[in-house]
């Protein structure tokens, strides 16, 4: 009697931790993205207002994309077949919209700097030196990089279990990007990120972002567990 009593218990205890579970994920899955505040960028050297302000408002369509398209999954977990077309069509471009989003943010949070070069006492700059032997071999090869034909991202990633870091170009936010490495150092070179100021000029727009770079923001990723 006692035994099954215990049983009893126990069985309703993990009933009501996975009830309390699922609560918990729901009440997180409904809480929606908001938009971070950028305009501290405003004024940047080598960076319009218009320019900025319009790129501002393209991340913020991301965000709103992003929550539509969570909310949508979540309301069609509930009402319809997940092996529908439809359910996939909505699998495969919440990458590209959570990627959009994620890739501006990292993208406006390494601006607002002063450029130049990382202290030579950080461990971004021993780093570089490591893989690169010298902070110009990087940037040289980072800026040449950022100049290939076509529209998309140039990221600087470190791998955590090597520490190597690697420049890459990225064609689309949600394809192409090296698993298990993290970005330190994003760049947007698709077209709306310059081409109303720079025109066809994208060497002085990488160059103008060069210039802006806050290290103290790439040091603090280069050093997060």
Known sequence: MVGNLSKYLKAMLLKQTLVLVLCLTASLAAVDYAPKDYSNLIGMKGFSDDLLKMHFQLYEGYVKNTNLLLNALQDFQSKNPLDSYEYGSLKRRLGWEFDGMRLHELYF?????????PSPQSSLNDALLKQFGSFEKWKSDFSTTALTRGIGW???????????LVNAWINEHDVGHLVTLRPILVLDVWEHAYLT?????????????????????????????
Do not use: P
Not at 109 to 117: D, H, Q, S
């Open 197 to 225: 100021q720079y025109g066809l000029n994208r060497t002085a727009y990488v160059q103008a972002f060069m210039d802006n770079i806050n290290w103290n923001i790439v040091e603090k990723r280069i050093q997060a567990k």
């Open 154 to 164: 140039v990221i600087l990633y470190q791998e955590r279990s090597t520490g190597r």
């Open 109 to 117: 949070e390494n601006l607002g700097g002063i450029g130049g070069m």
